[in-house]
């Protein structure tokens, strides 16, 4: 799963409108997400920074309702990140 995200940030430094597009299907209101899904977000926002930007609405606007559904330690740190 960290290979695949990996893989995922590697294609999204160029391709970022199409991992997104795909990694936002994983990314439902209501139900909380793996955790490399997060992290995958995470890592993208260090490495194509202005990639991001576009979706940062689209992904703070389903992720705050979630935060009070992260229960165990591993996704309130991957939250944070």
Known sequence: QQAASNVLVAVGQRFINKVMEEALTKFQPGILPHYF????????????VFG?????????????????????????SVFCY
């Open 37 to 48: 899904v997060v992290q995958t977000f995470a890592n993208l926002s260090v490495s194509n």
């Open 52 to 76: 991001m930007v576009p979706f940062l609405n689209s992904i703070l606007g389903t992720m705050l309702p979630m935060l009070g559904m992260a229960k165990q330690d591993h996704m309130k």
